[in-house]
């Protein structure tokens, strides 16, 4: 497909918590229509038919079959990822893949190798390196007059080990874990922000519950080509809400109220086992029966990670869910951003930047495998207790 002169049709491939997330973006951007899914709920595929009088399946092949979709975006568990993608490219289907790319390097490399014999574009997201401040502070970077990046901070503390899990989502090699599923978000921004190519990572990570028996925090120094350095921390225990040193917006962009506290370590101390655990999830994604659409996007400042702060040689950028800030030598400016008509609009617009203008995607499958591979080099050298240097920018 060389070109798109309608509305993009789009097939879901998992319509989970990923998708759950998504889909205020896709019923908001009148560019998108959701032609199709699959899913092995029941429930949740009936919902899809009723809700946009598209057809269903439980398994992919099905739907990337159908001639009437451009591309499939694929929210099934991240294990699935790469063999997803391969049907989806073999039916020649554009392919927006949702974070972590795939759990090996050797998967990552099979998903560019197929999408680019088969000439379609395949990008990874949602990251939150596609959202608006850090995209903005990007180009404030880019237009050199902070001078060289040299230093960045990136710190995020959340209660996302205690919220309802699948079991694969709590064990390390499948996928599980703060590493995997949170870190693949941090290491993106710091990237976008930092530039070049990370080549030395040295990391410690943190396991602390026995009852949720996978990494649920981390740090780490990463080293970059280009010279700048940068530290991450992300901690999944629940105690700490770093949205406090982010104006109380939460990760959405929605605000926070600061007096409820400790809400998902109450609501899974009353679980008895994994699968009413598994069962708890379930219900609050699409077509569960405590599903909720979420409301409109008023109210709602931009998505963010956590508190992020890139040090220049002439200055400090601060990116916020309603702007940029930025301290000079003498003065400090704030660069706002008007307030999202709808939610991840970045990622459709790269979607069809790429799709329809044939313009290369930032976030393509390149990138998000060296995304990966940082993520890996933090496992290896949290296990080994030693610094990990990386391939060549690029490699496959």
Known sequence: MAGLDRTLRLGVAGLGRAFTLMLPTFLGDARVH?????????????????????????????????????????????????????IAAAHGKHVLVEKPMALSLEECDAMVRCCEQAGVHLIVGHCHSFDQPYLSARELLQSGALGRVRMVHALNYTDFLYRPRRPEELQTEAGGGVVFSQAAHQIDVVRLLAGGHVNRVHAVTGNWDPQRDTEGAYSALLWFDNGAFASVTYSGYGHFDSDEWCGWRGELGAAKDPQVYGVARRRLAAVQSSEEEARLKAASTYGGPEYRPAGAAAGL?????????????????????????VYGDAERQHHALPAPSVPRVEVIDELLEAVAGGRAPLHDGRWARSTLEVCLALLQSAQQGEAVSLGVSGQL
């Open 301 to 325: 400042s931009h998505q963010h990670f956590g508190p992020v702060l890139v040090s220049c040689e002439k200055g400090d950028l601060r990116p916020m869910p309603d702007g940029v800030w």
């Open 34 to 86: 959701l032609a199709g899914a699959c899913d092995p709920r029941e429930a949740a595929r009936a919902q899809f038919a009723r809700d946009f009088d598209a057809p269903v399946f439980a398994d992919l092949e099905a739907l990337a079959s159908l001639d009437s979709i451009d591309a499939i975006y694929i929210a099934s568990p991240h294990q699935l990822h790469a063999e997803h993608t391969r």
